[in-house]
């Protein structure tokens, strides 16, 4: 298990889009030099480090410290920030499980031996793509063989692309915080500032 302080926050520009996923300790660093705050992820008010720890948190991590144990932020909006970085996702064997959620796009199974398919097979010119490259078991990728899914008739489960970059695009199943979907999701987050 990773260390509360290595573990994730999510990280918002001022105008409250998000740019960034940095660890607990660097975030924390963050909220006490001024540069921050920690968002109440209920009351989505900004608070000081000194504030948020005052509040009963029973759901945050906890970080241990000489001093006793304190709670982690979920989520910190930078003061002064303003950028939405523009990146792109890069192509990888990890990258690519993530994006097919390490299912086979032929037969659906999950945690499966996984290969990676080249939809135009390799050897008539397909290139190693995100729209050319798919999660494949072994079982259908041997059966697919050097043939299209047409060819073979084994239609894909959905057409592939390059997925799009999120801050959170790295970040494991295991340390994905529920706190951070309504600063993730499409559109703009509704909220009042004093
Ligand atoms: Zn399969």
Redesign the pocket.
Known sequence: MTRVVDQPVLVLNKHWQPVAVLSVGVAVTTVIRGMGWVVDPVSYQLLEFEDWCEQERPDARLIRTPRGELPAPEVVVLKEFADQPRRQVSFSRRNLLRRDQAT?Q????RG?EATIDHVMPRSRGGPTSWENCVI??S???HRKADRTPREAGMPLRREPARPRWKPTFAVSRDHYREAWEPFLAKGDVKVELK
């Open positions: 086979c032929y037969c659906g199974r499966v494949a078991c079982r259908c990728n």
